[in-house]
């Protein structure tokens, strides 16, 4: 893999990396590609993981850099205009934020997205089946029913349901809307609180816990980056949650029956082949993931006074 290092002057919140093939070369073997991350947390680490992998293994050989933009927006329309002039074959845009300002930035190089929920909503594409233009990709969307449905079943008693987001991300406002429905449908009630920062976290937190009974860790880019301080104060609070994918499980969210974003970094790894090998990107399908995992915090259970024989471990892997 050829290794190249971009020096981009932008913002001192902009972590610029690079690597690529040590024995690259110019064959029509080679794909070049531009990545902009969104932020920093596992989930979409694991993205950005799967997405290289998979074409390594495919026997490309692979030229990419990085821009994790850190959270910050305006960084992202510079990101892609430099990667568009440097000729690569297409940009891979981690999250929606990543995603709609690359395509607001650049006039003819394709764009994959991973780690969005809802592409038609975000204006990224015209349909899934169909998206048209530049843009296509792997959306992250997995029924929020059948999540908080499956948690249920370990925590009946479960009325009133929490929930923590970003008011800056469409992805997070598409999904409170959806579990509005889904918590209404089942007698439920919802208790939401949207944040502008992750500096607004503990003070929303601290107001969160005391009017709600469970809560849900949805695929949101902020909400993720703080999961930690989230599941600190649920532990405080003797709160069982559950989460949208495994990342905040792994911070302490106590459970997930969710997506695994190293294979949607694999599934967005094919679709770059197959621009690569000259399918037009307007016609190539957004991919939805149909697997799901169970992932419990052994810790946070033992926190909570969850015994081993609860229905939540049931299938389960379990990490600490």
Same mark, same amino acid.
């Given at each position: 893999m050829?290794?190249?290092?971009?020096?981009?002057?932008?913002?001192?919140?902009?972590?610029?990396?690079?690597?690529?093939?040590?024995?690259?070369?110019?064959?029509?073997?080679?794909?070049?590609?531009?990545?902009?991350?969104?932020?920093?947390h596992v989930a979409l680490d694991r993205a950005?993981?799967?997405?290289?992998?998979? *074409?390594? /293994?495919? !026997?490309? &050989?692979?030229?990419? +850099?990085?821009?994790?933009?850190?959270?910050?927006?305006?960084?992202?329309?510079?990101?892609?205009?430099?990667?568009?002039?440097?000729g690569v074959d297409l940009i891979y845009a981690i999250a929606t934020p990543a995603a709609q300002?690359?395509?607001?930035?650049?006039?003819?190089?394709?764009?994959?997205?991973?780690?969005?929920?809802?592409?038609?909503?975000?204006?990224?594409?015209?349909?899934n089946e169909k998206p048209g233009g530049i843009v296509t990709g792997v959306s992250d969307y997995f029924s929020i029913r059948t999540q908080l449905e499956n948690f249920l079943e370990a925590f009946p008693e479960s009325k009133s349901l929490g929930v923590l987001y970003s008011t800056g991300e469409t992805n997070s406002e598409s999904q409170v809307n959806e579990l509005?429905?889904?918590?209404?449908?089942?007698?439920?009630? *919802?208790? /939401?609180? !949207?944040? &502008?920062?992750?500096? +607004?976290?503990?003070?929303?937190?601290?107001?969160?816990?005391?009017k709600i009974d469970s809560y849900v860790a949805i695929l949101d880019n902020l909400a993720s980056s703080s999961a930690n301080i989230i599941s600190e104060e649920l532990?405080?609070?003797?709160?069982?949650?559950?989460?949208?994918?495994?990342?905040?499980?792994?911070?302490?969210?106590?459970?997930?029956?969710?997506?695994?974003?190293?294979?949607?970094?694999?599934?967005?790894?094919k679709i770059a082949e197959q621009i690569k090998n000259g399918e037009n990107v307007g016609d190539i399908p957004v991919v939805f993931s149909k697997d799901i995992t169970r992932i419990v915090n052994k810790n946070t259970a033992d926190k909570l006074e969850i015994k081993e024989d609860s229905k939540i471990f049931e299938n389960a892997e379990v990490t600490e």
């Open positions: 050829k290794k190249r290092l971009i020096v981009i002057v932008m913002s001192l919140a902009l972590l610029l990396t690079a690597c690529g093939s040590k024995n690259g070369s110019t064959d029509d073997n080679t794909i070049k590609v531009g990545i902009i991350q969104f932020s920093q950005r993981e799967g997405f290289i992998k998979q *074409l390594e /293994e495919d !026997g490309f &050989n692979l030229e990419y +850099d990085i821009v994790n933009v850190q959270g910050d927006i305006s960084l992202i329309p510079t990101s892609a205009k430099k990667f568009e002039s440097d300002g690359a395509m607001n930035a650049v006039e003819n190089t394709p764009i994959v997205f991973n780690a969005v929920t809802d592409p038609v909503k975000a204006e990224l594409v015209a349909s509005k429905e889904i918590t209404t449908d089942l007698g439920m009630e *919802l208790v /939401e609180i !949207g944040v &502008n920062t992750t500096n +607004d976290v503990p003070q929303a937190m601290q107001s969160l816990t005391k532990i405080k609070n003797k709160i069982p949650s559950f989460a949208s994918e495994g990342g905040p499980v792994e911070n302490g969210i106590l459970m997930s029956d969710g997506i695994d974003y190293e294979k949607l970094g694999e599934e967005a790894a």
